[in-house]
């Protein structure tokens, strides 16, 4: 599925004639397309930063309070829970995605 970047005839170098320095697209239409498009991914970008953050102090906030109770660190249940969550809709990249985004919260196990 995935081009083998080092291959010429999946993935020509940019700086060949005619082709967009910018994009690598290799037709002015395309580039703007694919600028347009660029727009709406740093959109995106950025909202899944804002939200990694504002997780990351929700986590920490929930683990203050309960350590404040006298309750644990963590609660592995919970967090196995997430994982299944992020695998089943990702796939095995969504586990990956799942425990840097617990270790952001509560730090390393
Ligand atoms: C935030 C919590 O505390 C810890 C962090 C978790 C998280 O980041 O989602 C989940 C379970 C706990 O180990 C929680 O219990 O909800």
Do not use: H, Y
């Amino acid at each position: 599925m995935t081009a083998d970047v080092m291959d010429p005839s999946t993935n020509p170098d940019p700086s060949d004639a005619g082709m967009d320095q910018t994009t690598g697209a290799g037709k002015p239409l395309a580039a703007n397309e694919i600028l347009g498009m660029r727009e709406r991914i740093d959109e995106i970008d950025q909202a899944l930063i804002d939200l990694w953050l504002e997780r990351s102090r929700l986590s920490q906030a929930v683990g203050k309070t309960r350590m404040a109770s006298g309750g644990t660190r963590l609660v592995l249940a919970r967090e196995r829970e997430i994982v299944d969550r992020f695998r089943a809709a990702l796939g095995p990249d969504g586990t990956q995605v799942a425990l840097l985004l617990l270790r952001s919260g509560r730090g390393p196990l």
